[in-house]
């Protein structure tokens, strides 16, 4: 049997030259993403500027040059894949979120946290896609249907807390940083969830059955997720404080919480369920108990670890993003319209601007109707900062938005084009125009921090919330309520919504200290072996209680 060897030069010519296209193009990305952390710790204080703007806008200078380099062929480096964004970008971020979240916080603002990010979230969906239905049919876009307008809702209720969570501080602002990154996540898992839903129902035979279905399997999907959530991080928790890993090696505790907390997330994929509910209540469930089973150096490692891969996630993704804004393929269909592109794109941000609105300060009523004090309710300055905070856009609608109009990251058809770059003009401008005017929006409506800090919130700030987020248990500040005088009887309503949150907080704390903590562990009740470094870090927990 002969054998071409010219053919096979030529093949291993061709597959070698790919190999070193991939190799720079990596050098290029990774050398991009030093220079946005360089230039973001260079802007640090700057007034307008953050590290998200920052990339972004770097990303764009970069596919300017590229363009102009690839004689107008290419913007980007690598082509855009939603696998790479919802597998290897979005885990680590959302699992930082849960794993850095202070519970206290979180959970004493929960059902709050719940209105805004499930129930917000669905009246945005709705007030999105029957304005895009309305206004699209109007100005004769027939290529869309019906899926693809409730698909819009979707890619465009998502918001993106990234941006967000970077202008507000944790410490000086708490009860809104954990209302806007509270509902930041649950609104990206709820918008996630109800893109993958639209995709499993005969939406051309639309009637009450399956309306109830879509509800019953939204809530499915949103219970299952956060069940295998906990069940991920129990099961990491047990399995360290049984088999005291740290007796011989750190690593090996570092690197089964790292890989238990990413096959959480795989597994909710692999069965269909939101990945990013899962990841986010199995970063909370190992905050509470397997991160104190483990050793000092472990909790410092891994304390940092996760911050550092959700960082450089961020970045890459805002990076990428930028780049691939000046996409050429996507903009030469579209290139004969230019009129029409900026009326769709000018009425989805209209329509997020609307949406937005419509549940944050309705919502915030309701809320307001729970709380007690007027220390603990949402005043309208607050509420005006956390309607603007979530109306930035970004790597999360870009990934549906691809996900639903393009195949394999390009498309012809002049309809899903026109959707792409749209998409794409409104997280720019949102992210970079809302984006630069939140700092100085936020110093404007707020109060200096001291006051801030006072006013927002009745839990003290101290050095231990600097230091050692997650730990703070609550104790002190219902010691202080006991000491108060009896309120007036509040409202029924009143009673309804705000008695269960503190009934179910002072349960679940006995149930945890009575029944999870000797089994799985946590502050207090892992159990001391002789001469291991249990033994040696003990110290180091009771100084932080």
């Known amino acids: 049997m002969a054998i071409d060897i010219g053919s096979l030069m030529e093949r291993s010519t061709a597959m070698l030259s790919s190999d070193h296209k991939s190799v720079v193009s990596m050098n290029i990305f990774v050398a991009l993403l030093c220079a946005c952390i360089v230039i973001g710790h260079l ?138 990154f509270g509902e930041g996540v649950v609104n990206d898992a709820t918008s996630v969830v109800l893109f993958n839903a639209i995709h499993s129902f005969d939406l051309y035979h639309i009637n009450t059955n399956t309306a109830l279905q879509l509800l019953g399997n939204f809530l499915y999907l949103f219970i299952s997720s956060t069940l295998l959530g906990v069940l991920a991080g129990l099961l990491s928790a047990f399995i360290i404080k049984k088999l005291y890993m740290g007796r011989h090696s750190t690593d090996r505790e570092v690197a089964l919480m790292i890989l238990m907390a990413y096959l959480s997330y795989m597994a909710a994929e692999l069965f269909y369920l939101s990945g990013i509910l899962t990841v986010f209540f199995c970063g909370i469930v190992m905050s509470h108990y397997t991160w104190h089973n483990v050793t000092e150096s472990s909790r410092v490692t891994t304390k940092h670890a996760f911050a550092t891969l959700s960082f450089v996630a961020e970045i890459f993704i805002f990076l990428y993003v930028g780049m691939d804004a000046l996409d050429i ?120 921090p001291k006051n801030l800090s006072r006013m927002l919130s009745s839990e003290p700030c101290t050095h231990k919330s600097f230091t050692v987020p997650l730990l703070s248990s609550g104790h002190d500040s219902e010691a202080n309520q006991k000491s ?56 180091v927990v009771q100084q932080w209680q």
């Open 43 to 180: 802007l640090e204080e700057n007034r307008w500027m953050n590290e998200s703007i920052t990339a972004l806008v770097i990303g764009l200078c970069t596919g300017v040059v590229i363009l102009r380099a690839s004689k107008g062929k290419s913007s980007h480096l690598m082509v855009f894949s939603e696998d790479l964004f919802f597998i290897y970008l979005l885990p680590p971020i959302i699992f930082n979120a849960g794993f850095q979240v202070k519970k206290k916080q979180f959970f004493r603002n929960f059902m709050t946290i719940m209105l805004f990010g499930a129930i917000g979230t669905l009246i945005s969906f709705v007030i999105i896609s029957l304005g895009a239905m309305h206004f699209f049919k109007k100005m004769n876009i027939d290529s869309l249907k019906i899926g693809d307008y409730l698909a819009i809702g979707a890619i465009f209720a998502a918001t993106d807390s990234v941006c967000t969570l970077q202008v507000l501080n944790q410490d000086e602002t708490p009860l809104l940083y954990s209302l806007v």
């Open 329 to 448: 393929e996507k903009w030469k269909v579209v290139s004969d319209s230019p009129g029409k592109s900026i009326g769709v794109s000018a009425i989805l941000l209209g329509l997020v601007l609307v949406g937005r609105a419509a549940f944050v300060f309705p919502l915030s009523f309701i809320s307001n109707l729970t709380k007690k004090s007027p220390s603990e309710k949402i005043g309208f300055k607050q509420q005006v900062t956390i309607w603007w905070a979530g109306l930035m856009r970004g790597a999360v609608s870009m990934a549906l938005a691809y996900n639903q109009f393009t195949t394999s990251g390009y498309t012809k058809v002049h309809g899903n084009a026109l959707m792409i770059t749209s998409t794409i003009t409104v997280v720019l401008f949102s992210t970079v125009v809302f984006g630069l005017m939140t700092k100085p929006l936020v110093r404007i409506l707020l109060p200096s």
């Open 484 to 539: 108060q005088d009896v309120p007036p009887r509040p409202t029924s309503l009143r009673m309804l919504l705000s008695t269960p949150s503190h009934t179910v907080h002072h349960y679940w704390r006995k149930f945890d200290n009575a029944f999870m903590r000797p089994v799985f562990g946590g502050r207090g009740f892992v159990p001391v072996v002789p001469g291991s470094p249990i033994e040696q870090s003990v110290p």
